[in-house]
């Protein structure tokens, strides 16, 4: 391998096609934003259109705006934006509640129409809620139903005519370990089981095609890299060939099919809105529908190529100039198997990230000892990359991590 430079990465930059689109977000000029995996930044339009839902609709036009400013499409609008991102039509789409409770409802619904199958298959160290809201699932469904974990190196393996519905998050959010959407819904049709994908670590980051993989159901985060917001609204996907057949147990009254008729019976909406439970956050939908703008025009396929160029660029740099200070690798260095994030394993993980953050190059921590960073196309450039581990390498050089300081724990890491 030859020595990466800083010339070499400036060149990058020139010739990228999506240098320009960090003008899309309002990011402070001296910062290297490495954590849009976790919270995306705040695109430009986003502070306008909230303060226009506040000042006009809400202020003056009062509860009028549910119509006037359609309010109540904000659902059904944003599932839309999403569609092109996850490879799915618009109808098939729609955002409400959190990744969590969608989960459990698409969780539940795929249960439902899977009938005399008892086991739902997960892998071990999935992301804590998922596997939460599977445990709260099987025990509220009781009787015979389980919550089996295979690794995901042996899921297809653990996949049986047992197997009610298998759910996977496809970046791991940790590793940034990609899985084959298309080879493991095959593989649980294969067997009559159906699937659900988690694509919280996957969405805005990577080329998804959830049709072309014939997915059963999926969701996802609307904070992380679609940047919708602090705690933003998620989305979920039905397949087309399940909306008819879907019962979701969060009857509320936003998935009623007449919900304005105020009858005393549920009948579910016919369409992909009988997945939604009860009024939506339209400050948190107003965000969310003018930030996912900032996907406009954009090609997956390009953001895809910078993002492994990217993480690409990173690794290599940690094995070229910190190889003196035990950072270990946690993330394939295989392309066709990492997401957009790559992490580093190190003991002191935590403290270490605290002094990055300190000196304005924000990752995260992931316990026990994983520091995580996240490469995001529309904002983060090669240079950036090459700053951030020129500025690891002079943390760990002049070891200003040990200050006690960087030790304490805030309640979220
Ligand atoms: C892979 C994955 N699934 C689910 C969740 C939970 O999302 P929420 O807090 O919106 O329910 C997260 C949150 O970070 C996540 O990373």
Not at 262 to 279: C, E, Q
Not at 331 to 359: C, E, F, K, W
Request: proline fraction near 5%; charged fraction near 20%.
């Amino acid at each position: 391998m030859s020595k990466v430079t800083l010339e070499w990465c400036r060149e990058q930059d020139a010739e990228d096609p999506l240098r320009d689109l960090r003008n899309r977000f309002d990011l402070p000029e001296d910062l290297i934003y490495m954590d849009g995996n976790s919270l995306g930044p705040l695109p430009k339009g986003v502070a306008e259109r909230v303060a226009n839902t506040i000042n006009t609709e809400w202020r003056t036009d009062l509860i009028k705006s549910w119509n006037t400013a359609d309010w109540i499409k904000l659902p059904s609008k944003i599932g839309a934006k999403i569609a092109p991102l996850i490879g799915a039509s618009a109808h098939e789409v729609i955002s409400a509640d959190s990744t969590s409770v969608n989960l459990f409802k698409v969780a539940a619904a795929a249960c439902k129409i899977n009938p005399d199958r008892f086991e739902i298959l997960s892998e071990p160290g999935n992301f804590p809620s998922d596997l939460y809201m599977m445990q709260g699932l099987t025990k509220f469904l009781g009787g015979n139903y389980k919550l089996k974990t295979a690794n995901r190196t042996g899921i297809i393996d653990a996949i049986t005519e047992k197997t009610a519905v298998v759910v996977l998050t496809q970046v791991h959010y940790v590793t940034a370990d990609m899985l084959d959407m298309v080879a493991i819904t095959k593989a649980a049709h294969d067997k009559g089981a159906l699937i659900v994908w988690d694509l919280c670590h996957s969405v805005g980051a990577v080329p998804l095609d959830l049709n072309g993989a014939n997915a059963d159901f999926a969701v996802g985060c609307g904070y992380k890299y679609l940047n919708g917001g602090p705690g933003a609204p998620a989305f979920l996907f039905v397949a087309d060939r399940h909306l008819e057949a879907v019962e979701q147990p969060l009857t509320g009254w936003m998935g009623h099919k007449a919900p304005f008729d105020f009858v005393d019976a549920y009948t579910p909406n016919d369409s992909i809105k009988r997945m939604l439970v009860g009024t939506p956050s339209v400050l948190a939908a107003s965000a969310f529908d003018t930030a996912l703008d900032a996907f406009s025009g954009v090609n997956m396929a390009d953001i895809r190529h910078k993002s492994l160029g990217l993480t690409k660029l990173f690794i290599d740099l940690v094995q070229q100039e910190l190889s003196d200070y035990s950072f270990k690798n946690a993330t394939p260095t295989d392309s066709n198997r990492r997401g957009s994030h790559v992490s580093l394993m190190h003991n002191n993980g935590y403290a270490i990230m605290q002094a990055l953050i300190d000196h304005k190059v924000i990752g995260d921590f992931r316990a026990p000892n994983y520091m995580r960073f996240g490469f995001t196309p529309l904002y983060l450039g090669y240079e950036d990359v090459y700053r951030a581990v020129e500025t690891l390498a002079e943390i760990m050089e002049t070891e200003v991590w040990q200050d006690p300081k960087y030790s304490e724990r805030g309640s979220v890491t």
